[in-house]
């Protein structure tokens, strides 16, 4: 179950929260409408660092802005004949948001893409990795049995890595099956959840590598080595996609990754999922697209150079007896 779900947490399953599909937006008769206030004005813009608005102009200005070209826009398609859906809706204010966005402040994509990061929730009714911003009133984050998210992340945190879950629940002092109900209902939460504010939580929670006191003395084991690599995993990123690669390269020749990370480098499933929920984190909240071309290569690389070694060790290819 835990490798399931982390892997939706970290891509590994490449399914990715509701990102909007582009239409093409061409108002020609709304263009122009703040074009000459703010083209070439705010070459170094000053940023909220919580919505990542330019500091500028209102919020108010900017949605009513993007809801007057997309409101005109709708008009037209509406006049023409076209009959709109809920999703194309939804597309023309991303999309204007979009062109509104960049114009005003003058950025590139990369800039564009950390707003809507930070604005995921308002914007597109999800949350993103790195900018949850939760709601104490949450029926979703309501404690099941009186654990909370945070400590059933803690606990998940102890299993994965190897501690017996009847150690963890002698340690929260309740019965196994409280555990089973817990495992139970905060992963249905998180499938229910459509805003994703309970998987994306657990997930800043896991790279937080979070604990509670009662869980504080139960240690898994982890060699000299494996806490080096651990080490290194945390602070270099090029270690860290050589791995994640290697693990990638590993399930495709029927070999568990996870199990074959912790036996050649003393990394347990936690430790290891923990370090890529923190990678993620941090490219969502200082988004650099060469950044993320450059190591999205890198592990492709060492996937294939891995690919190769395991091939050989099971004999080759079947496709390497095959001439054409």
């Keep these: 179950m835990f490798k399931k ?7 590994d399953n490449k399914q990715e929260n509701q990102n909007y599909e582009q239409t093409q937006t061409s108002n020609e008769s709304h263009e122009d409408s703040y074009e000459d206030n703010y083209e070439n004005e705010y070459q170094e813009v000053e940023y909220d660092p919580e919505t990542l608005h330019g500091t500028h102009y209102d919020v108010e200005d900017f949605d009513a802005e993007v809801a007057e070209r997309a409101e005109a826009w709708i008009a037209d398609e509406r006049a023409s004949g076209e009959n709109l859906d809920e999703k194309d809706i939804q ?4 999309n204007y948001r ?8 003058n950025c590139d994509s990369d800039q564009m893409i950390r707003f809507e990061h930070a604005n995921s929730l308002k914007y597109s009714g999800v949350q993103t990795s790195g900018f949850v911003k939760v709601d104490e009133n949450n029926p979703f984050l309501e404690p099941v049995h009186g654990v909370d998210l945070r400590t059933y992340t803690a606990m998940c945190l102890k299993i ?14 309740f019965e196994s099956v409280v555990w089973e109900e817990l495992n139970t209902i905060w992963p249905q939460r998180m499938g229910e959840d459509t805003s994703f504010t309970v998987t994306t939580l657990f997930g800043q929670y896991y790279a937080e590598n979070v604990t509670v006191p009662q869980l ?15 080490e290194r995993i945390r602070t270099d990123r ?10 990638q390269a590993a399930y495709e020749y029927g070999i568990d990754g996870a199990q074959w990370i912790l036996e050649n480098f003393g990394i347990n499933l936690a430790d290891f999922q923990s370090v890529a929920m923190q990678w993620m984190t941090e490219q969502n909240q200082n988004w650099n697209s060469a950044d993320i071309t450059e190591f999205h290569d890198y592990q492709q690389a060492k996937q294939k150079e891995y690919a190769a070694k395991f091939a050989a060790e099971q004999g080759g290819n079947i496709a390497d007896d095959v001439n054409f």
Excluded: H, P
């Design 160 to 173: 994965s890595a190897g501690v017996d879950y009847l150690e963890v629940c002698k340690a929260m002092g």
């Design 91 to 94: 597309n023309i204010y991303f």
């Design 5 to 11: 779900l982390f892997g939706a947490l970290t891509g």
């Design 238 to 247: 090029y270690f860290y996609e050589e791995l994640a690669g290697a693990r």
């Design 98 to 105: 979009r062109t509104v966005y960049t114009e005003w402040n």
């Design 216 to 230: 504080e003395n139960l240690k898994a084991e982890i060699s000299e080595e494996g806490a080096a690599n651990l």
